[in-house]
């Protein structure tokens, strides 16, 4: 489109010019044209002895006026004749049969108002300027220098002007000034050379303007309907194959526009999935609390009567757990899309955290460690509330699955590849299935040993921890550790990006 609009300028600009060079040249020559016959007339009238006076000579108006109508008179130009004093002593137009003027205008249509006249002000003020500026022209002429002017005349008419000095020897005798009233033809016949040039810039850009609604208008306009069709929820995408191939802008919006709504249909899927599972999880306590209260008024003794009770609590608390969880877990989105990414330090968020842990350890809590191998920061630009999350979860998941007298570590080091960071969470548990190292990080996934305390975990914390550090262009991965056969343990691998070198 800009190079096609482009060029079409560039034709109307070269024609302009191209034509203003030729239009200046044909003036210049008819300038030079009539500088020739002024010098050859001039030389005539001061040489030939029209002249009288001696020994100071001058113009013989009668005989140079006859001179001039005898010799000089060709179609289209005027003559004039200037004594020493600038005074006109002879006029072409008086002393030949050539009458000036031009054709009447053909008759108007019956009807047609008539422009209004011109007023005897404005020709009286046109012919005096005209006059002033041929005295001008002449005046200088008589001071021995050449003139060559475009200026107008007594008509309004543009005319090329030459104005030479008459000379006997070297004594100025008078102007002999030659005119030419073809500048308005000459300039008639630029405008209409210049016509090819503007009808082939129009067509250009015509063509400009089909291309642009052939290839641009109308294919915005199917991406204009196809959004409609997605907003009336006629459509869970948009699907334009012919336009994602195009490798211009419009492939671009297209293929963007593709993405987001693939991206939206996931998210709404995803939504649905989870509203499911939220309501299968919450059922199950639910059904636990009403059974229990309607088996409550049936109990006989205080034993069978507290049992009753401790169940209901510890579904109450699985419940408020469960609940938290899933408000977290639906606000995570919206609150990684409000928070601005910095620069972090994982070695100072670590500690910070574990700090936390330290000050509010209790007895028989399992106690947790950083080991920082480090000699350096480890910077990385994410955000530090949700990243802060990513950690307590991994901890907490840890210290639920440890045994009594164990402890939970914490590793900050550099990771194998040179772009990433990397920090372990290692447990002293009984490890995760084979089966399940990656279905752990599925919402609403619990696998609980025996012993573990009811309703301390709603199976949401790893697939948080997922959703953020992919937010954050990383990886999270879960693995056993083992001695031969046995295994010691589970450890948690998280890799983040250096600052600075954010992964595609």
Do not use: C
């Not at 334009?240 to 939206?264: I, N, Q």
């Not at 910095?342 to 007895?363: C, K, M, P, Q």
């Amino acid at each position: 489109m800009l190079a096609l609009n482009l060029l079409s300028l560039l034709i109307m600009i070269g024609g302009a010019l191209a034509l203003n060079e030729w239009s200046r040249g044909l003036i210049n020559a008819r300038q030079e044209s009539l500088s020739v016959q002024a010098e050859l007339l001039s030389n005539v009238l001061g040489e030939l002895g029209i002249t009288q006076g001696d020994p100071y000579p001058m113009l013989d108006d009668r005989a140079a006026a006859y001179w001039l109508r005898d010799n000089f008179i060709p179609y289209g130009q005027r003559a004039r004749l200037f004594d020493v004093d600038g005074i006109q002593v002879s006029d072409s137009y008086n002393v030949s049969d050539n009458i000036p003027g031009e054709p009447l205008p053909p008759a108007l249509p019956s009807g047609t108002t008539a422009p209004p006249p011109v007023s005897e002000a404005e020709i009286e003020q046109a012919r005096s300027e005209a006059d002033a500026a041929l005295a001008a022209e002449v005046e200088l002429a008589l001071q021995g220098q050449p003139q060559m002017n475009i200026r107008r005349n007594e008509e309004g008419e543009r005319v090329v002007s030459v104005s030479l000095p008459v000379r006997h020897v070297q004594q100025v005798l008078g102007v002999l000034t030659l005119e030419a009233g073809d500048v308005n033809a000459i300039l008639a016949a630029q405008r209409r050379a210049l016509m090819p040039f503007a009808f082939v810039a129009l067509g250009v850009n015509l063509f400009a303007s089909l291309v642009l609604h052939l290839f641009v208008a109308r294919p915005v306009l199917r991406l204009s309907a196809a959004a409609d069709q997605v907003r009336l929820q006629r459509a869970r995408a948009i699907s334009l194959p012919d336009l994602t191939a195009r490798k211009d802008e419009v492939g671009g919006l297209a293929r963007a526009l593709e993405s987001m709504t693939d991206t939206m249909s996931m998210r709404m899927d995803a939504i649905e999935r989870f509203a499911a599972d939220v309501s299968h999880e919450i059922k199950n306590p639910l059904t636990s609390i009403r059974s229990a209260l309607e088996t409550l008024p049936l109990v006989k003794t205080e034993e069978q009567r507290a049992r009753l009770t401790n169940l209901l609590q510890n579904d109450v608390r699985r419940l408020d757990r469960l609940i938290t969880d899933i408000s977290n877990a639906s606000r995570l989105d919206a609150e990684l899309s409000r928070d601005r990414p910095r620069s972090i330090d994982l070695g100072e968020l670590l500690s910070d955290i574990i700090g936390v842990y330290e000050n509010s350890l209790r007895e028989g809590d399992i106690p947790v460690r950083l080991i920082n191998s480090l000699s350096m920061p480890a910077q990385v630009v994410g955000r530090d509330t949700p990243l802060g999350q990513v950690f307590r979860n991994l901890i907490d998941n840890a210290r639920s699955f440890s045994p009594q007298g164990a402890e939970v570590r914490v590793y900050l080091e550099k990771d194998d590849s040179p772009d990433f960071w990397r920090v372990r969470v290692e447990d002293d548990g009984p490890g995760i299935p084979p089966d399940n190292l990656e279905t752990v990080f599925e919402r609403f996934y619990t696998s609980r040993p025996k012993g573990t305390a009811f309703g301390t975990n709603s199976g949401l914390g790893l697939s948080i921890v997922r959703q953020i550090v992919k937010a954050h262009e990383g990886t999270v991965v879960a693995i056993n550790r083992s001695e031969g056969d046995q295994v010691k343990g589970a450890s948690f691998i998280v890799r983040l990006p250096l600052a600075g070198r954010r992964t595609g």
